[in-house]
T-cell receptor
């Protein structure tokens, strides 16, 4: 699985959009971009994933650049409960028994009132 | 609530002891993964089981072992415990899927077991 680079920390004002970048310049054509988050010492939580098109769900939007070398996770209206470590993970989608996730250090997002 | 249940939530024990951590996956999920999270190492994959069989191994020590039972619950056994084994241990589960564009490959994590070795 390709390596990812994320800023170690970011701040965001409550109610504003949080834009979390991820660099994955060595991504292969069959690798997807996944985002998980971990709210203080809780189990990681899946947010969203995508291959090359932009994706949106009830939690967030994922914008992937045309060359797929980087992506941005957008939380449109951040709340204090969005304070967490956000992990960007690149991996191949597999059938059957999937592979494990490889977590980097992630970005610690602090949402401030 | 992810649907993955881990017990116990907290465990305090002494060096040299043995403990067992239990995980009940989401209903119908065939894969179970164990991860360890310590302060200095971050989230590290330990081992994966799929429908009762070991499927992948990560950075799991020889003192650690796991198994998945016919009802698909899993147990992680940690023996000869050392101070450095103090960590959060997470279990995750995922359903079996076909590959391809419709596959989601999402892992659902439990709330974890916090192990303190004194």
């Amino acid at each position: 699985d390709a390596k990812t680079t994320q800023p170690p920390s970011m701040d965001c004002a409550e109610g504003r959009a949080a834009n979390l970048p991820c660099n994955h310049s060595t991504i292969s054509g069959n690798e997807y971009v996944y985002w998980y988050r971990q709210i203080h010492s809780q189990g990681p939580q899946y947010i969203i994933h995508g291959l090359k098109n932009n994706e949106t769900n009830e939690m967030a939007s994922l914008i992937i650049t045309e060359d797929r070398k980087s992506s941005t996770l957008i939380l449109p209206h951040a709340t204090l409960r969005d304070t967490a470590v956000y992990y960007c993970i690149v991996r191949v989608v597999r059938g059957g028994s999937q592979g494990n996730l490889i977590f980097g250090k992630g970005t610690k997002l602090s949402v401030k009132p | 609530d992810s649907g993955v249940t881990q017990t116990p939530k907290h465990l305090i024990t002494a060096t040299g002891q043995r403990v067992t951590l239990r995980c009940s996956p989401r209903s119908g999920d065939l894969s179970v993964y164990w991860y360890q999270q310590s302060l200095d190492q971050g989230l590290q994959f330990l081992i994966q089981y799929y429908n009762g069989e070991e499927r992948a191994k990560g950075n799991i020590l020889e003192r650690f072992s796991a198994q998945q039972f016919p009802d698909l619950h899993s147990e992680l056994n940690l023996s000869s415990l050392e101070l450095g084994d103090s960590a959060l241990y997470f279990c995750a589960s995922s359903p079996a899927e076909r590959g391809g564009l419709r596959a989601k490959n999402i892992q659902y994590f439990g709330a974890g077991t916090r192990l303190s070795v004194l």
